[in-house]
């Protein structure tokens, strides 16, 4: 490998831990509250690392949101509304946390955002990538995979044409999902949060080697790339008449072909799935996703490439 085909990346100096953007997943609260009592073991040298508390009033109502889903209005259109009276408390939010990690898309916007969440499905620990092309998270996720080994590490990548997320997160230079279940609402398991807080530790790690000077040399991982949303089976009325059927429930990221069972009715009918290619679901049964009309998610494997990068200032504070 010669030096010419290294990436220059700028050193990453703002970090920002966000826990409660749904104040009913608790791995995420419990730690960035512990964090902002004690954050020692969430320093690293030569970077700020703030751990920040995005819907304090749904935490404290512990219900996900008070007015609607903070994590799907970090868009121009919400970002830039008049406020006034009757604006929704997530939009106001919304405004506020870009007006102090951003602003979004912006030079002066914090360089990584970590945002903690937890779901009901069986999904693991998972990393969330917003953008295919960002070499720099690729190669974090690349490094926590590895860390995490031999447990899995699944990645989920959200980038699609027309299915826009609009995220908490999505203020940063490069925006970090952490998606850590099966958890239920309201509840705060040890295990779980002892899952989160590997990640997020292995990920803080990575930036402090990076900023040092350390080069990652290309590397390949293993995503899940979003490509449908499935809903549940309704009648004239919308209302569900079929619920995920066992042989589905709690297989996340396995595969599925044509004619696996997906749904059941309560008249023991068995719907099956038809597709001419295998599909990995995930968000399986995900409770808060009833209200989005939301069965499961369809992704599909694909391999990411990220090209040898390095910090173009090393850090002159590492001894």
Request: glycine share 6%.
């Amino acid at each position: 490998m010669t030096s010419s085909s290294v990436v220059d990346k700028p050193p990453v100096r703002r970090v920002a831990i966000f826990g409660g953007t749904h104040g009913n997943e608790l791995s995420g609260v419990f730690l960035v509250k512990h964090w902002q009592e004690n954050g020692a073991e969430i320093q690293r040298t030569g970077m700020e690392v703030k751990p920040f508390l995005t819907n304090p009033r749904a935490v404290k109502k512990c219900t996900r949101y008070i007015d609607c889903d903070l994590n799907r209005v970090f868009d121009p259109d919400n970002l830039g509304r008049t406020v006034v009276e009757d604006i929704p408390y997530e939009v106001r939010r919304a405004q506020e946390i870009n007006h102090i990690f951003g602003p979004k898309g912006s030079d002066d916007a914090y360089d990584l955002i970590f945002d903690l969440h937890n779901t009901t499905s069986n999904m693991g620990g998972t990393l969330i990538l917003e953008n295919s092309r960002d070499d720099f998270t690729i190669q974090m996720f690349h490094y926590i995979k590895n860390a995490l080994a031999p447990e899995r590490c699944p990645v989920l990548l959200i980038e699609h044409p027309s299915l826009k997320y609009a995220t908490t997160r999505s203020v940063a230079k490069h925006p970090v999902g952490v998606e850590v279940g099966p958890q239920p609402q309201g509840v705060v398991r040890a295990d779980t949060l002892d899952k989160m807080r590997k990640i997020v530790k292995h990920g803080l790690d990575f930036v402090q080697l990076f900023n040092e000077g350390k080069e990652f040399p290309p590397c390949t991982i293993e995503v899940f790339k979003i490509m449908e949303k499935v809903d549940y089976p309704r009648n004239k009325n919308d209302e569900v008449i079929a619920i995920i059927h066992p042989k589905l429930q709690d297989q996340d990221w396995q595969p599925l072909n044509n004619g696996d069972p997906l749904f059941l009715t309560l008249d023991g009918e068995v719907i099956t799935y038809k597709g001419d290619c295998t599909v990995y679901p995930t968000f399986i049964n995900e409770a808060a996703y009833y209200e989005k009309k939301q069965a499961f998610v369809k992704t599909v494997k694909m391999t990411l490439t990220a090209k040898h990068i390095r910090s173009s200032v090393l850090d002159q504070n590492t001894s």
